[in-house]
Structure formats: structure tokens, C-alpha cells
T-cell receptor, first 115, second 114 residues
Framework: AQKITQTQPGMFVQEKEAVTLDCTYD???????LFWYKQPSSGEMIFLIY??????QNATEGRYSLNFQKARKSANLVISASQLGDSAMYFC????????????FGKGTTLSVSS | DVKVTQSSRYLVKRTGEKVFLECVQD?????MFWYRQDPGLGLRLIYF???????EKGDIPEGYSVSREKKERFSLILESASTNQTSMYLC?????????????FGSGTRLTVV
């Protein structure tokens, strides 16, 4: 069965610093997709970044980049130059093609950015 | 932009009541999903549907059922609400086919069962 593991319940970072949120995954499927979502206190799920298993380069979207290490089965999110508005819950997720392409999620990491 | 609308933002129901949570999407998406979110547990899949009248159990279907009579609407039903079903419920949809990453989430329904 596919599984996503986020081992950091909470992370703290100062404004303008970079932070890495860890995510490891487990799947036997050679084709898969990895996602990161941000959930602020309002509850909405905001898509941040996507990495396909066959993508040759690490995905980047503005201040977000995904450090994809396929052999280690890790897909860490790197946020550069943190801002106060980055304070939120962050979820790593994988597409499960055995479950109607549902996303399976990790337990999340709460990021707190201080000034 | 695709919109996924969940009918209620907050809901308070009594134990034993039958509860309907509604989710409507406006872009002809084939796949729809219901999750519940609890602190420390992340989002867990309750049910999903890949077409009208089709439904499949997710990881935690016990105590829930679903209905998808029309493509745009996917309803989650709590047959007899219990206090352990107090949670945030999130609906999501996806186009299907080769579109690999186009998931859209609703704003969530925070259900309290008393």
C-alpha cells in the first residue's frame, strides 16, 4: 500500500530564512505523482507544487521547490525566504492510482514563521 | 477556475441524526472524493467516485455512505451521527483521464456532533 510520512509535527523559522519540510513516501508503482499543499487557518487547501516520478528535474514554483530524491523516496519541500504568511499546515500527498486517483496524505507539518 | 462548493461551512448535529454533507463542482469533473481531517492524522479518504452512480470505499468508510446521482454532486451521508464523527470534512474533484494534477478542494465543512 502507498504511504506518505511526514515526521515533523511542527517547524519554526525566522522571516527571510529558508526552511525544508520533510516527506518520504512508499510505493511499488513506477508511475506516481507527488504534491504539496498549504492549509492556512481558514481551512482551504492551496496547491503548491507537483513532481511526477518521471520528471527529470526538480519542480520549482516561485519560492517553492521540491527536492526529489527518487532512490531515497523523499520529496522534501523547500521554502526560500520565508514570509509571515507562510505560517500554515503543510501536507505532502501522493496520487493513488489504485483508489480512483485519490490523493493520500501525510499527517502534515505546522510551520510557524516569526519576525 | 474550477469551483468546488461545500454547502455548509459549520454544522452542529445531534447524536443519531442523519446528516447530509453536499459537494458540488462546476467543471464536469469525473472524479470526486470525500476526506475527513483530524489533528495529527492528516486527511483520510472516506469514499470516492469516478463516475455517476459509481462509488468506492476509501480507507475509513465505516459509518458513512455516499451518493452520486448527478456528475456535479457528490453527497456524504452519516447514517446515524456519532460524536467520533466530529471532524473537518473536505471534498475534492479531479478531471480524470491524463490530467494528472488538477485537484480542486472545497473549503471544508466543520461538523460537530453533540
Amino acid at each position: 500500500a502507498q504511504k506518505i510520512t511526514q515526521t515533523q509535527p511542527g517547524m519554526f523559522v525566522q522571516e527571510k530564512e529558508a526552511v525544508t519540510l520533510d516527506c518520504t513516501y512508499d510505493t511499488s508503482d513506477p508511475s506516481y505523482g507527488l504534491f504539496w499543499y498549504k492549509q492556512p487557518s481558514s481551512g482551504e487547501m492551496i496547491f503548491l507544487i507537483y513532481q511526477g516520478s518521471y520528471d527529470q528535474q526538480n519542480a520549482t514554483e516561485g519560492r517553492y521547490s521540491l527536492n526529489f530524491q527518487k532512490a531515497r523516496k523523499s520529496a522534501n519541500l523547500v521554502i526560500s525566504a520565508s514570509q509571515l504568511g507562510d505560517s500554515a499546515m503543510y501536507f505532502c500527498a501522493m496520487r493513488d492510482d489504485q483508489a480512483g486517483t485519490a490523493l493520500i496524505f501525510g499527517k502534515g507539518t505546522t510551520l510557524s514563521v516569526s519576525s | 477556475d474550477v469551483k468546488v462548493t461545500q454547502s455548509s461551512r459549520y454544522l452542529v448535529k445531534r447524536t443519531g441524526e442523519k446528516v447530509f454533507l453536499e459537494c458540488v463542482q462546476d467543471m464536469d469533473h469525473e472524479n470526486m472524493f470525500w476526506y475527513r481531517q483530524d489533528p495529527g492524522l492528516g486527511l483520510r479518504l472516506i469514499y470516492f467516485s469516478y463516475d455517476v452512480k459509481m462509488k468506492e470505499k476509501g480507507d475509513i468508510p465505516e459509518g458513512y455512505s455516499v451518493s452520486r446521482e448527478k456528475k456535479e454532486r457528490f453527497s456524504l451521508i452519516l447514517e446515524s451521527a456519532s460524536t467520533n464523527q466530529t471532524s473537518m470534512y473536505l471534498c475534492a474533484s479531479r478531471l480524470g483521464g491524463t490530467e494528472l494534477k488538477g485537484y480542486t478542494f472545497g473549503s471544508g465543512t466543520r461538523l460537530t456532533v453533540v
